[in-house]
Each structure stands twice: as structure tokens, then as C-alpha cells.
């Protein structure tokens, strides 16, 4: 569905990505995971079309799109710390969009989002009085709302704690369920990338280090890297909830 | 950030034509001047300025009165600001305090002058009070009061921000760890402001040094550069040549100082978290600055109550009963009546397509990804550094025999370019603050940039554009030395009607129409407090816009005074 061929992207003649290829179906969760700095921001962008490759091809159900412009792709985008509009309510930013497709918008025609996204009790509040779990689910429902073909999602949980974490990672993963929609996820925390997406990209100094299912990464690590740097820091998760609980408890 | 579009270069590329065609071709224009005889290159203007005793001396007598008042200055900025924020004295005292120095600003600097006579010269309350003139009022020592009274506002509004940034807790430590009080000081206070004292020196030493007003109505014979600089070119033989020099001369110091400025900015120490913790102060300290910062205030008081006296008694100071008669008389002249509505629509003119203009520049500047967007901020400083007695000229010889002159377009142009770089400033720190993905979240969501600039940008910057608005407006209202040599009968404003009145010796109707633009001024800023009243939707914390600037002294002025007339309302 969205395949992604030997991207290159260089500022200043400094190269951030070198040769990225992958593939993803439909209502798959892809993560792009690296370290800070890896390129992953700069690939999610070059999908959505705000940066342009320097070479290679983003290619969407056998369209070549990388001429398209931004607005026209039909992709979406929910940002790190949400973007929403504070003049505006909750319900006044989820139904934005669509006030620009000259139709009178109805709370009808959003309330499945709403519903889905346990939202209503929040609809008429100021962003400010929204929690940080309210505010990313206001951001998703804006964005669903105009029915993206691909969603993408910019480190979305690294805003939040804990309890809400997981409840906004299983709504994500009904949103690819339900709706049928692909979904990429930026993020720099192993644990994220490797329980929420069914495929993993992980990414190093602006290379592919490995691209596969969690269990074929957690199987068959590509490289030291992914050793090190991601394994490792499951593993020492691990050890402090058994040190916490007791085996049997983690 | 979203790729540069069609709209945004046309938005630019019409910015960048308003700048050439109104500062940059204007001031190369008056540099040309300067250096042409007859068509040739020659430095003959500068050698004949140079060697003219009378020029050079008011040269001179501007650098010495300019230099001695600025010092003063700073040093009764720094003893009010400390006072605000190194003393426990009550907050309403401190309120006080604040209000009553900066309230010089809302009134035309000629008004000054007058105000300094009827306090000090011959039949002054003052002299009349003591038996006999503590000093002549006229030249030196009239000249000095009055920039002093001018500058200090600025001056302490630069210290007052600075200061506002020391963080208390190294009071604290200081304390603790027992240094002793001039130590304590040193380390705490004076250090970290080496900055902010020097630059409010600097600009209260440029300000002076460009004012037109107080030297045109209590200069007398002791001539500054600025009132040989109006009677070079509307004296009885204009002089373009000599004129351009002269301004060429006021205007080499504007920019060295504006360089400075700059330079000392990296001198401030400003810390990242200031904390929310109590002031240390003792007694002594208290009553000390308490009893200084009220004999500063008492003496502004003082002199500015003259305002509200003479125009209400019979025959000041001969006759001091109550009277409605000399305003009845103002109200009633049609000709000043007539200047007074120039002056707002100038003013209201001036400040409505301010907004648009500076508010345009920021957004392009920190908002979008045009290549050379880099331009606007070098524009600002410019305009920053342009004296208005000197860009007012510049106009004067570059649109001389244009339709442009005489005309209520030209004030409003030279209003919008003279003040263009406190509000830029001003737009563009509220702008760098809000988030950065909106206009790309609005176009995913099928704005256009123009939509989602009006649907999102607008609306969360409305703070920022009614405070540009209230600045516009006030500075067109006072300004005389920006517009003094672009009016004409039709066109003549407030400001300058005043100078014109002075030649009648007609102080009732001076006073009058200082009162009216003092109201004005004061309705204009109710109006911002009232507008900008947080309410429950409000979301943005614009002090903070304003507060963590990088940006320049000028916005941190501006952005002080603001809050401080919307805390008290």
C-alpha cells in the first residue's frame, strides 16, 4: 500500500537519511524507532510531504506521490504536543476541517469519533482545561474526522504518563482495527514501537538497521545496535519490574 | 514549517518595496544630497558644517546637555526600579511610583517645555514661591530637566525589565552566606545589570540628543543640533544641502548608539527561572529608596500638575479663580478643532495600518521559510536607529515635489516607518511563541495559509495586535519631531499646532490641546485594559510573550509598559 524506495534526504550537504526502503499494507501501525537525531521525524515528514527527499520515490497504492503537495496527499498528522487551537473548544477544533468543505458540519457527522474517542463529556471545554490523555484525543479525533488515507503520529505518547499511556496505545491500535487505517508512529521508546505496531523500522545514523515484525526483531536482532541500544533497555525494564514484583507478578 | 507559497512572496516582496521606497531610498537620497554640488561629488557641504562655529557648537551643546541629563537619568531609573523590585514597600505605593513616571509618555515632549516655564521661569509657581528664579529655565538648564523628565520612562522601563530578571534567590544566598551589603550588591544587583544600565544610558543619550520638541520651546539661544537642523531648512533661506549633513550628523551617533545597544544586550545576565521568592530587604532600605523614589515622584508631580492648573484659572498666576472659559474657547475654535481631528486620523491611521504592516513583517520573519526573510529584522533595526527628525527630512527632500506632500499619507508613512520597531518586535515575540505546526495542521486540514492565519494566527495574537494598536496610536499622537517638517495648513496636527502656538505666546490653548491628547491617550489605553481584560477563554500567557524576549531593549520597554497599564488599570 505505502512503499517507501531509497530515500536519501541531505541538509547542507549533510546526509540524515541514506537508502530507505520499506513497505506497509493496510491498517498496519508501523513505528519508526531511533534515538534522538536518528532521521525519523525527517522520514515521517518526507511521507506526509512537508520535506522533500533528495532521492528516491514514496509510492502510494502505485502512485508515485512524491510531487504531490502536503495538503493533497490525503495523509494526516497528529503532532508531539498536539497542535490544537486554544481559542477554540474541543469541539470547535475537532470539527475545523471540516468547515472548509462547504457543508454545514452537524455533530452527527462526527460523533461516531466522538463516541469512539470518549469525548463527549469534553466537547466544550478550553484546550487549557483538557488533560494531556483529553488533548491527544482531541488532536486524533481532529484529524480522523477528515478521513485520512494514512495517519501519522509524532512521538504521541512521550507526553503522557503512565495509565493514560496505555489507554491512548490500545485506542490507537483499535483506530487501525476498526477503521482500517495505516498507521505510522514516530518514537524513541522501544517498549512503545515493539508492543503497539505490527512492524518495526528501526533506524541508525539515518540507515535502515532493521525492518521487521517486534517478534522477529526481539528473535533475530539485526545488529549490536539493536542489541544494545534497544534490546538492552527492555531488558533492564524487565529486571527492575522483577526486582519490583517478583517473576511471576511482571 | 510549511513551504513558502505564492501569497507569503507577494506579502514579502510588498514589505520589501514599502521599506526601499519609504526608508532605504529616502536616506541614501539625503546621503546623496549631502555630498552633491552641482551634480558632482564633493565633500564641500561637510568642510562649510565643519567649519561653522554656530553648528558646531550646537553640535556640542547637544552632545554635553544630552550626555549629562542621560547620566542623571539612569541614575533615578535605577533608584526607581530598585525601589520597585529590591524593596517590600507596599504594591500599591509601588504602583504609584511606576504610574507616576512613566505618565511623561502620553504627552508631545514640546508640551514639556512649556510646562517647565510655568514652573520655573519668571512668574513660575516655583520662583514665585521662593521670591526669585533658582536658575534660568531657558537653554542648558531647561534643556536638561526636560530630557531628563523625556527619558526617564524609557530608562526605567529598560532597568525595571532587567531587573525583573535578576533572580531574588541570590539575595538570599548572598544573605547566607553574610557578604556584606555593598558586596552583596555588587554581586547581586549591579553586575548582572551592567546592561541594562548602560543601554538605558545609551538610549536615554540618543533620545535627548534627536528630540526636537523640548529644545523647540524652551531651547532659547543655547541651540542643539536639532533645532539648527529645523532652521537650516524651514528657517528664511532653506539650506537642502547643509540640512542633509546636519541630519547626516544626528544621524551617525542614532546608529552608533543603536549598535551599542545591541552590544550591551549580551552584557545582561538573565536567568532562565527567576523562582517566586520573597524580596530580602530591612527598614533602612525601605524608608531610604522610599523617601527617594517619592521625592522623584513628588517632582514630577509637581511640575506636570501646571497642566491641569492654568487652563482652568482666570489669569495664571495673576487671577487663580476657577474658569471653564478657556477651554469653552479651544472647543470652540473650529481651526483647532479641525487639527485635533487631523491629529486622530492621523493617529488612528497610523496605528490601524501599523498593525497590518508589522504584523505582516513578523509573521513572514518567524513564520515562514522564505530565504531572505533574514531582511526584516535588519530593516527593524534600522528604522530603530533612524532619528524621526531625520527620516521626517529625509521625506521632506526626497517628496518634496511629489503628490505626496503635504498630504495626511505622508504623516501616516512616516508614523508607520518611524515606530515600525517596537511593534514588529512586539508581534514577532507573541508570534515565535505559539506553536510552530498550526499552519501545517491548517493545511492538513484544508486552510490555506491565509485562512488558517486568519482562523488561528489572528485570533491567538489579538493581545499582541491591540496592544501595536494602542502604541501607534499614542506615539502618532505625541511625535512632533517625525512629522515637523511634513505638515502643511491642511494637514497640520496637534502636535505641531502647538509650536505654532507658542509663536502667540498662547499657552492657554498649548495646555488645552496637551490635556486633549493626554485624554486621548488615556481613553486609547482604557480601552486596550478593558479589551484585553483576561477572560475565561483566554489561553495565552502573553506576559510571558513579551517577557522572554532576546529581541532588543525597545520590545522589553514597550512590553513592561503594557503590562504595567494593564495591571493598573
Redesign the interface.
Known amino acids: 500500500m505505502l512503499l517507501v524506495e531509497n530515500i536519501c534526504k541531505s541538509f547542507g550537504g549533510k546526509e540524515v537519511l541514506k537508502d530507505i526502503n520499506f513497505q506497509i499494507g493496510e491498517g498496519e501501525i508501523l513505528s519508526l524507532l531511533g534515538p534522538s537525531g536518528c532521521g525519523k521525524t525527517t522520514l515521517l515528514n518526507i511521507i506526509l510531504g512537508?520535506t522533500e527527499q533528495s532521492e528516491g520515490q514514496v509510492i502510494y497504492k502505485g502512485e508515485e506521490i512524491s510531487h504531490i503537495?502536503?495538503?493533497k496527499r490525503g495523509?494526516?498528522?497528529v503532532?508531539q504536543?498536539f497542535?490544537l487551537?486554544?481559542?477554540l473548544t474541543a469541539y470547535e477544533n475537532i470539527v475545523?476541517?471540516l468547515k472548509?468543505?462547504n457543508a454545514k458540519v452537524q455533530k452527527k457527522d462526527v460523533q461516531e469519533y466522538i463516541d469512539f474517542l470518549e469525548l463527549e463529556p469534553h466537547l466544550h471545554k478550553?484546550?487549557?482545561q483538557l488533560s494531556g490523555g483529553q488533548k491527544q484525543r482531541v488532536s486524533i479525533a481532529?484529524?480522523l474526522v477528515?478521513q485520512p488515507k494514512i495517519l501519522l503520529l509524532d512521538e504521541p505518547l512521550s507526553a503522557l504518563d503512565g495509565v493514560i499511556k496505555e489507554s491512548i496505545k490500545s485506542r490507537i491500535q483499535q483506530i487501525a482495527q476498526d477503521f482500517g487505517l495505516t498507521i505510522i508512529i514516530v518514537t524513541h521508546d522501544p517498549e512503545e514501537a515493539l508492543t503497539i505496531s505490527n512492524k518495526v523500522l528501526i533506524i541508525n545514523e539515518g540507515k535502515v538497521a532493521q525492518f521487521g515484525t517486534p517478534q522477529q526483531i526481539m528473535a533475530q536482532p539485526a545488529d549490536p545496535f539493536i542489541e544494545t541500544f534497544i534490546l538492552k533497555q527492555l531488558h533492564i525494564k524487565r529486571k527492575n519490574i522483577y526486582r519490583l514484583f517478583g517473576e511471576r507478578h511482571a | 514549517m510549511?513551504?513558502t507559497t505564492k501569497t507569503m512572496r507577494i506579502l514579502y516582496v510588498s514589505l520589501l518595496a514599502i521599506f526601499i521606497i519609504f526608508l532605504i531610498v529616502p536616506l541614501i537620497y539625503m546621503m546623496w544630497l549631502s555630498f552633491d554640488d552641482k551634480g558632482a561629488l564633493s565633500g564641500r557641504h561637510y568642510q562649510e558644517v565643519w567649519q561653522s562655529r554656530e553648528l558646531l557648537a550646537s553640535v556640542l551643546n547637544s552632545f554635553r546637555v544630552s550626555f549629562i541629563s542621560a547620566a542623571i537619568t539612569t541614575i533615578l531609573a535605577f533608584i526607581i526600579a530598585y525601589t520597585i523590585y529590591f524593596t517590600t514597600i507596599s504594591v500599591n505605593t509601588k504602583k504609584v511610583f511606576r504610574l507616576v513616571v512613566t505618565l511623561p509618555m502620553l504627552l508631545p515632549t514640546i508640551t514639556y517645555g512649556f510646562i517647565l516655564i510655568y514652573v520655573f521661569g519668571n512668574q513660575g509657581y516655583i520662583t514665585r514661591f521662593i521670591g526669585e528664579p533658582l536658575f534660568s529655565i531657558y537653554g542648558f538648564n531647561g534643556l536638561l530637566i526636560g530630557y531628563v523628565i523625556y527619558t526617564l520612562p524609557a530608562a526605567f522601563l529598560l532597568i525595571a525589565n532587567g531587573m525583573e530578571y535578576v533572580d531574588q534567590r541570590y539575595v538570599l544566598v548572598s544573605v547566607l552566606m553574610k557578604d556584606r551589603p555593598m558586596r552583596r550588591f555588587y554581586h547581586t544587583v549591579l553586575r548582572p545589570l551592567y546592561g541594562a544600565i548602560a543601554g538605558a544610558f545609551i538610549l536615554s543619550f540618543i533620545l535627548s540628543f534627536t528630540d526636537y520638541g523640548i529644545p523647540a520651546s524652551i531651547g532659547g539661544q543655547y541651540q542643539v543640533i536639532a533645532t539648527t537642523l529645523y532652521q537650516t531648512m524651514l528657517g528664511s533661506i532653506p539650506d537642502f544641502s547643509k540640512g542633509a549633513v546636519i541630519a547626516i550628523m544626528m544621524l551617525l551617533p542614532a546608529i552608533i548608539a543603536g549598535l551599542l545597544l545591541r552590544k550591551f544586550e549580551r552584557y545582561t545576565v538573565s536567568y532562565r527561572s527567576t523562582g517566586d521568592y520573597e524580596t530580602v530587604s530591612s527598614a533602612i532600605k525601605n524608608r531610604t529608596f522610599m523617601v527617594l523614589c517619592s521625592i522623584i515622584a513628588f517632582f514630577i508631580v509637581g511640575i506636570f500638575s501646571i497642566l491641569i492648573i492654568v487652563p482652568f484659572t482666570s489669569a495664571y498666576p495673576y487671577d487663580m479663580s476657577f474658569t471653564w472659559k478657556h477651554v469653552q474657547n479651544v472647543l470652540g475654535m473650529g481651526e483647532l478643532m479641525r487639527v485635533y481631528q487631523n491629529s486622530l486620523l492621523v493617529a488612528f491611521l497610523s496605528a490601524a495600518i501599523g498593525i497590518t504592516i508589522s504584523f505582516t513583517a513578523a509573521i513572514i520573519s518567524v513564520r515562514t521559510s522564505i530565504t531572505s526573510r533574514g531582511l526584516i529584522q535588519w530593516i527593524s533595526i534600522l528604522t530603530n536607529t533612524v532619528p524621526g527628525m531625520v527620516l521626517g527630512l529625509a521625506y521632506l527632500l526626497l517628496f518634496n515635489g511629489s503628490s505626496l506632500k503635504g498630504t495626511f499619507l505622508i504623516l501616516i508613512i512616516c508614523n508607520l516607518v518611524h515606530f515600525f520597531t517596537t511593534p514588529y518586535l512586539m508581534m514577532k515575540n507573541a508570534l515565535e511563541k505559539m506553536?510552530m505546526?498550526?499552519e501545517?495542521?491548517g493545511?492538513?486540514?484544508?486552510?490555506t495559509w491565509l485562512?488558517t492565519v486568519w482562523?488561528?494566527i489572528i485570533?491567538?495574537i489579538r493581545k499582541t495586535i491591540i496592544h501595536v494598536f494602542s502604541y501607534y496610536f499614542t506615539n502618532a499622537l505625541v511625535t512632533v519631531s517625525g512629522v515637523v517638517f511634513l505638515v502643511s495648513t491642511n494637514t497640520s496636527l496637534l502636535s505641531t499646532k502647538i509650536k505654532e502656538l507658542q509663536h502667540y505666546s498662547k499657552f492657554n490653548e498649548i495646555f488645552i490641546l496637551s490635556l486633549l491628547i493626554l485624554m486621548m491617550n488615556l481613553v486609547v489605553m482604557t480601552g486596550g485594559y478593558v479589551l484585553n481584560k483576561p477572560k475565561?477563554?483566554s489561553?495565552?500567557n502573553e506576559k510571558k510573550i513579551y517577557y522572554s524576549t532576546g529581541n532588543g531593549k525597545l520590545v522589553s520597554i514597550v512590553s513592561r509598559m503594557w503590562r504595567w497599564k494593564n495591571e493598573s488599570g
Open positions: 512537508l503537495p502536503m495538503n495523509f494526516n498528522i503532532f504536543d497542535a487551537f486554544p481559542h475545523y476541517g472548509n468543505r478550553q484546550i487549557n481532529r484529524t477528515m | 510549511l513551504k506553536d505546526s498550526w501545517v495542521t493545511a492538513l486540514l484544508e486552510d485562512k482562523r488561528v485570533p491567538n475565561k477563554r489561553v495565552i
